[in-house]
């Protein structure tokens, strides 16, 4: 049987994740799950970044895979245009949203 992957399809998934122990830690493990069948993640979303969290250990554990990251909001961001404005707003470094799928 010929599945979407073998198929040359662009299937991929993408983890989220706040930057705390247990969330990262989850993230880690289906990370190394998903790469068991041959699916590894296309990026990391960081969401909740607050000033002062330390995240050195999210970037080392998926140095090998583009990392977004996502500030804390001040405020509730519905929808897709205030989200990718608030991400164009607030960019961690070297990262600009608009317009990216």
Known sequence: MQ????????????????????????????????AEIDLAPGCVFLNKIRPGDDIEHVLRAFADISIHRLNMAEYQVTGVDNLLTDMNDHPGPGEVFAGQD
């Open 3 to 34: 599945t979407d992957r073998d198929a040359g399809s662009s299937m991929h998934v993408n983890v989220v994740m706040n930057p705390d122990k247990l969330p990262f830690s989850e993230s880690l493990r289906i990370s190394e799950k998903l």
